[in-house]
Nanobody, 129 residues
Framework: QVQLVESGGGLVQAGDSLRLSCAAS????????LGWFRQAPGKERVFVTG????????GYANAVRGRFIISRDNAKNTVYLQMNSLKPEDTAVYYC??????????????????????WGQGTQVTVSS
């Protein structure tokens, strides 16, 4: 069982940067692929970025590629989302998610909600224009 707690959300202006953190508790964090999703008001939750259990593989949604960076620190059981050049359309509740991944999938990240086993409670990010 993995428990995830996001932090770092807040209100920022367009063009600003923000770093979200997601702290995990539970065993074998370093064997879990991780992802960030977001849900804007009145919209479905969508994939933002993901990272493989080894950290070797990462992927990004087109809307954030080149502006957001996902990273993980296994020693701290934490995954980060560095968000740069924020836009009003980035306003959403951001969720982190974890999936226990097979050993041979060291480079695979996951981009579908149903693939993840554990979810955090979300953190609000609001970007004003």
């Amino acid at each position: 069982q993995v428990q995830l707690v996001e932090s770092g959300g807040g209100l920022v202006q367009a063009g600003d940067s923000l770093r979200l953190s997601c702290a995990a508790s539970g065993p074998t964090f370093d064997r879990h692929a991780l992802g960030w999703f977001r849900q804007a008001p009145g919209k479905e939750r969508v994939f933002v970025t993901g990272i493989s259990w080894s950290g070797a593989g990462t992927g990004y949604a087109n809307a954030v590629r080149g502006r957001f960076i996902i990273s993980r620190d296994n020693a701290k059981n934490t995954v980060y989302l560095q968000m740069n050049s924020l836009k009003p359309e980035d306003t959403a509740v951001y969720y982190c998610a974890a999936k226990y991944a097979p050993l041979y999938d060291s480079g695979r990240y996951y981009n579908r909600e149903y693939e993840y086993d554990y979810w955090g409670q979300g953190t609000q990010v609001t970007v004003s224009s």
